[in-house]
């Protein structure tokens, strides 16, 4: 008999810690952090991805970036010859020779920190160039939809007295060209937009503070929701993610936009750092710099129109992720993620987005030295397209169309 209430006892005791941990779980699934403790990879789906060479060249495309012009590929891209664009002459690209190529700006320093959108159909760039004595931001807007030579663009040099960094990221926000840099002498956040789809002049381009401090924001990214800017960014301190979304289309100061943080996590990585729209709302990727975390952070909004952020551990990366490049190519949010030998496409899977166990990864380059800091991708006739740069041998910048 005693050995039989021993034996109740601590199937009582059992049942209590269970209860407890039960309603542990409950809390844990309000909060907007939901990562677990054990490490999780991604499983591999079936992908055949196709690599095909642009153009080669030592350190050709090192800087580089990626967009759909016509319904093809395009790139912008540094080259020994000066920034270039080039676009696909297809639908779905092949090697160099099924591209159109020629040089935009013939400084062989410029290009670095390019930013490449189409309005309408009309490609704009947005760069660097020079060196450390001579930094200059310059912008070259083609005339035309289909540009054949340096002639069709016209380009400018945005005012020294802006103070403007390198451009971050660009879109075009209200059929317009617009991107996010940050002011040199006082650390703010800026806005810049033009006045016109495609700008010819300086004098076409409006550059507004987005924050009033002076504290450093980190990889800002831009986006547009319903016909407005709208800015992620990470804060100084890379514990906060934070999204800004202004009120009109072409705000004029700092008091149009309004400020919510997303995401509450330690340790965000600068770097690697994506935002994109999904279903009419934000959504982001992030990673966390020691633990080679990568994490995906949604919204959604209730009856009363209350805006609840949630963030779920997507992969802990063996290697180290370098560079992120989030799209959506309709169904599912779609990150083209670098590791230090190869680029990865991790996306969830038909249904779940939250689930951290429902999301796949699939391969979207050969294995080789690749600079794993710049991969971009884009959505083209239901395939994505992925460009990258890859060292020697075979020096030069590459796109995979990943099947």
């Not at 063996?318 to 949010?333: C, M």
Request: aromatic content about 8%; some cysteine.
């Amino acid at each position: 008999m005693i050995w039989d209430r021993w034996i109740y006892c601590f199937a009582g005791f059992l049942l209590l810690i269970t209860l407890a941990m039960t309603g542990c779980e409950d809390t844990i699934e309000k909060t907007t952090q939901i990562f677990s403790s054990s490490r999780q990879t991604p499983k591999y789906a079936q992908s055949q991805p196709i690599a095909h060479q642009v153009e080669a060249g030592e350190m050709l495309g090192f800087y580089h970036s990626l967009a759909v012009a016509g319904g093809t590929p395009a790139l912008a891209y540094q080259s020994p010859a000066g920034l270039r664009y080039a676009h696909s002459d297809e639908g779905l690209p092949g090697d160099a020779e099924n591209w159109t190529a020629h040089t935009v700006d013939p400084d062989p320093r410029s290009g670095i920190a390019v930013e490449l959108v189409v309005c309408g159909d009309q490609p704009v760039l947005i760069y660097r160039s020079g060196d450390r004595e001579s930094l200059e931001q310059r912008f070259a807007a083609a005339q035309t939809a289909e540009p054949q030579s340096a002639e069709d663009w016209a380009t400018g040099v945005f005012p020294e007295s802006l103070g403007l960094r390198d451009p971050d990221c660009a879109a075009v926000i209200d059929g317009r060209p617009a991107f996010v840099t940050t002011n040199t002498a006082t650390g703010q956040l800026i806005y810049v937009y033009a006045s016109k789809a495609a700008p010819v002049s300086s004098a076409d381009w409006r550059a507004i503070p987005v924050t009033e401090d002076s504290v450093l924001k980190q990889s800002p990214r831009l986006v547009e929701i319903d016909g407005v800017p709208v800015v992620a960014y990470i804060t100084a301190g890379r514990d906060q993610a934070v999204i800004a979304t202004a009120d009109s289309a072409r705000p004029t100061y700092p008091g149009n936009w309004t400020a919510e943080v997303a995401a509450e996590t330690p340790e965000l990585e600068a770097g690697c750092f994506d935002c994109t729209v999904a279903d009419g709302a934000p959504v982001l990727v992030h990673c966390l710099v020691k633990a080679s975390t990568m994490a995906y952070t949604s919204s959604s909004v209730d009856t009363e129109g209350n805006v609840t952020w949630r963030t779920d551990k997507v992969a802990d990366w063996r290697d180290h992720s370098y560079g992120i490049d989030l799209i959506f190519d309709g169904t599912t949010p779609v990150a083209a993620n670098s590791l230090k030998s190869k680029v990865v496409l991790v996306n969830p899977a038909a249904t779940g987005l939250n689930d951290t166990e429902n999301w796949e990864m699939r391969k979207a380059s050969p294995n080789g030295r690749l600079d794993a800091r710049n991969c971009q991708a884009v959505h083209v006739d239901n395939r994505t397209v992925v460009s990258y740069f890859k060292f020697a041998p075979d020096e030069g910048l590459y796109v995979s169309v990943v099947y």
